[in-house]
């Protein structure tokens, strides 16, 4: 079964941290384009950060960089990322997400797999 499954998601207040997971099973992910997407209720999907293969350094949205990392374990086939200063605005549900084939990597139409999210929600 080809599938990607996250956690890890919860609440927190203003400036706290949380560490996302995206376990994937059926195919390599570190042989594929990795993202993390999310998207807020009434807003449209938001590209947070991707990794690129032919690239090796992640990208970032300019709304979370220096806040958000992305990181890898290809022992464990697991995509995870570590959320710090976290502000209410990043409350959302956040998705993993894989592609085939490279493309825009904040565009949610380049990428075929898709969780089933996790939740963040930031309080004030």
């Known amino acids: 079964q080809v599938q990607l499954v996250e956690s890890g998601g919860g609440s927190v207040q203003a400036g706290g941290s949380l560490r996302l997971s995206c376990a994937a099973s059926g195919f390599i992910a570190s042989r594929n384009y990795m993202a993390w997407f999310r998207q807020a209720p009434g807003k449209e999907r938001e590209g947070v950060a991707a990794i690129w293969p032919t690239v090796g350094i992640p990208y970032y949205a300019d709304s979370v960089k220096g806040r958000f990392t992305l990181s890898q374990d290809n022992a464990k086939n697991t995509v995870y990322l570590q959320l710090n200063s976290l502000k209410p605005e990043d409350t959302a549900m956040y998705y993993c997400?894989?592609?085939?084939?490279?493309?825009?990597?904040?565009?949610?139409?380049?990428?075929?797999?898709w969780g089933q999210g996790t939740q963040v929600t930031v309080s004030s």
């Open positions: 997400a894989a592609a085939y084939r490279n493309g825009r990597w904040s565009d949610p139409a380049v990428y075929n797999l």
